[in-house]
């Protein structure tokens, strides 16, 4: 069994986010980019633990980027991942994202496909289904838990005040939330490692984005918050009227 997991190329949290050209683009200098942690820690993670149990022969990353990215890669490589992908372009929105890996997957029969739940720069939750729905497959949201036996795959959701047992036929799509598995760090076997597994660069296919960015906007950031004593409800009630905002 062959599995592809996709990750993304996303700023670290303790980046200052700042923006350029009038508020359309992302200003990435002086930025350090991480593999998205969701597509690490959970997607990549249980992949090889998968492979580890010899229940899937190979691990391949694939990712939608320019070669500056190609570092990101190298760490999915270092923590145990056989060979990766990259499709050369810029990832303008979901879609275009969905429907390269989409392409690339059909082309090269992979059983399983796995995607984080969302990555922590745009939290947009789409690009596990949108290649489901290209590749006419079944996609399982939000999984915690992933078990493999021949050609079916169990798979768990929580929902409120509960979870929800899920099996499926391969081949599939899982987007993997926590409790998939558990965040590894690099040893130094897999650092050395990583610099000699290989890399395919492949270009982008013809396929245009559905969506165009008008402009960002950085939030207002925390505001003064009141304290309202308990026996003051008259207050809170007047406060809550003139003062308090939906956002």
Not at 190 to 198: D, E
Request: proline residues 4%; glycine residues 6%; hydrophobic residues 45%.
């Amino acid at each position: 069994m062959k599995i592809l997991v996709a990750i993304s190329n996303v700023p670290d949290t303790t980046t200052k986010i700042q923006f350029t050209d009038g508020d359309t683009k992302f200003n990435a200098a002086g930025v350090t980019f991480v593999i998205n942690p969701y597509d690490e820690w959970y997607a990549l993670v249980r992949a090889l633990e998968l492979k580890e149990a010899n229940l899937a022969e190979k691990v391949t990353l694939i990712h939608v980027g320019l070669a500056d990215s190609e570092a990101t890669i190298r760490k999915g490589f270092a923590l145990g991942a056989d060979d990766a992908v990259r499709i050369d372009a810029e990832s303008p929105d979901a879609f275009f994202v969905a429907e390269q890996i989409a392409a690339y997957a059909k082309e090269n029969n992979y059983d399983l496909i796995l995607t984080g739940k969302e990555t922590i720069s745009y939290n947009g939750s789409s690009v596990g289904g949108m290649i489901a729905g290209i590749m006419d497959l079944p996609f399982v949201s939000l999984a915690t838990k992933l078990e493999l036996a021949g050609n079916k795959v169990s798979l768990e959701q929580d929902l409120d005040g509960g979870s929800q047992l899920v099996e499926c036929d391969l081949p599939l799509v899982v987007s993997c939330a926590k409790g998939m598995a558990e965040q590894r760090i690099p040893n130094m076997r897999g650092i050395m490692a990583a610099r000699t597994k290989p890399l395919s660069v492949v270009p982008a296919n013809a396929a245009a984005p559905l969506t165009t960015v008008k402009s960002f906007t950085l939030s207002p950031g925390r505001t003064t918050v009141k304290m309202i004593s308990e026996d003051s409800l008259d207050e809170l009630v007047n406060l809550l009227h003139t003062e308090a905002k939906v956002i």
